[in-house]
C-alpha cells in the first residue's frame, strides 16, 4: 500500500452563499508547483477523454461548471499496461467544491456529466517538458465509466 501523499486523493472546499451570491472555495488548496493550467470542455455530454498519464507531472482537476467524472489507474508498465488494473472514479462537481489531486505515476481519463461542464487543469510540468511525460492511452484501455 502506497503512502497517502502519492495516492490520488480530493481536497474539500465549500460554498458560502448570501444575498450577495455565492462564493465557491478551497481553501486547502496549495498552488505551490503549478505551473500551468487549461480547462477542458466537451462538445458532447458524456464525452470520453483520455487515457493520459504522467511519470513526473502532478495533475490537480477542479469542476468549474456542472459535473465530470475522473478515473484514475496507476500503470504496471508505461509501454504496454494490463487491461485489469483497478480504477478509481471521482466525480467533481461546481456544486460541491473539491479539488482532486493525482500525484505522479497515474493515468487519467475523464466523461463529462452534462453538456454544461467545464474543468480546470492545473499541472506541474511546463508545457516545454510534456512531451517526454506524456504517456497516452487508448480510451478503451481501461473502462472510464464502469
Given amino acids: 500500500m502506497e503512502p497517502d501523499e502519492l495516492r490520488p486523493r480530493i481536497i474539500d472546499g465549500g460554498l458560502h452563499v448570501d444575498a450577495r451570491g455565492v462564493v465557491s472555495f478551497v481553501n486547502d488548496f496549495d498552488f505551490k ?5 487549461y480547462t477542458i470542455r466537451a462538445h458532447r455530454p458524456q464525452e470520453l477523454r483520455g487515457w493520459v498519464g ?11 461548471q456542472g459535473a465530470t467524472l475522473i478515473a484514475v489507474v496507476k500503470p504496471d508498465r ?9 480504477v478509481e472514479r471521482f466525480v467533481l462537481s461546481a456544486a460541491m467544491p ?3 489531486h493525482v500525484p505522479p505515476g497515474y493515468a487519467t481519463g475523464s466523461a463529462n456529466l452534462g453538456a454544461d461542464a467545464i474543468l480546470m487543469v492545473f499541472s506541474s510540468g511546463r508545457i516545454e517538458d510534456a512531451k517526454v511525460d506524456d504517456h497516452r492511452f487508448a480510451v478503451g484501455t481501461w473502462s472510464i465509466t464502469e
Fill in 33 to 37: 508547483g503549478v505551473d500551468r493550467f
Fill in 54 to 64: 504522467h511519470q513526473r507531472d502532478h495533475k490537480w482537476f477542479f469542476a468549474v
Fill in 78 to 86: 508505461w509501454d504496454c499496461p494490463s487491461s485489469g488494473l483497478p
Fill in 98 to 100: 473539491q479539488v482532486l
